[in-house]
């Protein structure tokens, strides 16, 4: 019995070791794994940040008319372009009834006055015609000739002044029921003219919308809305993780999403000192001056995306980053080139800037060399997995 069990055990170890001998017999006869390689190549490596917004105008100008009433005429459209000076609308004024009444109390007021000053004028010229002839003829004395004659100049400039006044007030009367009033010319506050050149943007109103004038305590209705299209701005936000890393003065590449295969240069101009919370971020708004606009008209309100160039390498020797390896002690970056069929020794590099795909390479290897695409089976770096 002892025996039938100690054969069984010693068939079973043999057995066991064929198994072990066949299996590594079998792995010796896969072939080996064989790496590819890839080479440098010279490649301008762009570090950049994007920002949303949309392409507004540098300078809008909003037209308001310096008098309250009701649109009577409209004389152009949104997407005319228009000279400094050019009419833009006509206003009818609807007299205020409180406000005429006043004028029309002031001429009264005025005219009363006038006749006073009338009548004590020609009291005082015939009382100086009278003292004149009797200082003419040595009657009366020079001072006494002299108040007389100060009272007659006194009564004559005091009709003039009442004439004036009148003529102010009746001017007034004039502009609370037209608008305007002889003597205006060519500035009547009925007519609204552009007080720039550029496109109309926008008219907000039509015939027959009353409209109110701009002043101290009211800014006045919006007739119509103008800009240069040529001078354009990029206006946007970034998130306060990237606000840190830009400053004024960087070079823009601005995307508009309705204008396809086309870029526009421009300048990073203004970046808010303070932000704004939104859906629980916090944006900072940025400004950018378009640099030229050539025959391409970007309308006003596009959505866009500007592209904030942090860093760029022009014409640099790159590989992929996932090509680069770490020392797991020192966590130097180094690389395996190609010396043979198979072959491949390890050499150390110096990198620059990356945009997360391809790497700078400052020295350490040439445009010449091979690198070995390694770890290709599992397919992440060996940092990763120490």
Do not use: C, H
Not at 66 to 83: D, K, T
Request: charged residues 25%.
């Amino acid at each position: 019995m002892k025996r039938r069990t100690t054969l069984i055990i010693l068939i079973s170890i043999v057995a066991l070791f064929a198994v072990a001998l066949w299996y590594l017999w079998s792995k010796n006869q896969e072939d080996p794994v064989k790496y590819t390689t890839e080479s440098p190549l010279e490649k301008t490596i762009v570090v950049q940040t994007v920002a949303t917004g949309s392409i507004v105008p540098k300078e809008e100008v909003l037209i308001k008319p310096n008098i309250s009433g009701v649109v009577e005429e409209v004389y152009v459209e949104a997407g005319e372009y228009v000279q400094s000076g050019d009419l833009i609308a006509k206003i009818r004024v609807i007299p205020n009834v409180s406000s005429l009444t006043s004028a029309k109390n002031s001429i009264a007021t005025n005219s009363t006055a006038l006749e006073t000053a009338e009548i004590n004028f020609q009291t005082q010229k015939t009382n100086y015609d009278r003292q004149k002839a009797l200082f003419d003829k040595g009657v009366i004395s020079a001072n006494d000739f002299e108040g007389i004659q100060n009272s007659y100049l006194q009564a004559k400039q005091s009709v003039e002044q009442a004439r004036i006044n009148l003529n102010s007030a009746r001017q007034n009367y004039d502009i609370v029921k037209t608008g305007t009033t002889s003597g205006l010319g060519n500035i009547a506050q009925t007519q609204v003219r552009a007080t720039v050149s550029g496109m109309v943007l926008d008219v907000p109103v039509k015939e027959g919308n009353q409209v109110i004038e701009a002043n101290n305590f009211n800014e006045g209705t919006s007739i119509a809305s103008l800009a240069d299209v040529k001078k354009m701005i990029f206006e946007g936000k970034v998130d306060e993780s990237e606000v840190g890393k830009i400053k004024e003065g960087l070079p823009l590449e601005i995307s508009v999403g309705a204008i396809e295969n086309q870029k526009f240069d421009a300048v990073l101009d203004y970046i808010a000192p303070k932000g704004i919370e939104e859906n629980g971020a916090v944006q900072f708004e940025i400004k950018g001056s378009i640099k030229k606009i050539d025959s391409t008209f970007i309308r006003a309100g596009l959505s866009a995306n500007a592209s904030i160039i942090l860093n760029k390498a022009e014409n640099v020797l790159a590989i992929k980053e996932a090509l680069v390896q770490y020392d797991r002690d020192t966590q130097k970056p180094y690389v395996e080139v190609q010396v043979g069929d198979q072959k491949f020794e390890r050499k150390n590099v110096e990198l620059g800037i990356s945009d997360g795909i391809f790497v700078q390479v400052k020295n350490g290897i040439s445009k010449d060399d091979k690198i070995k695409v390694w770890n290709q089976l599992q397919g992440m770096p060996q940092y990763a997995r120490n």
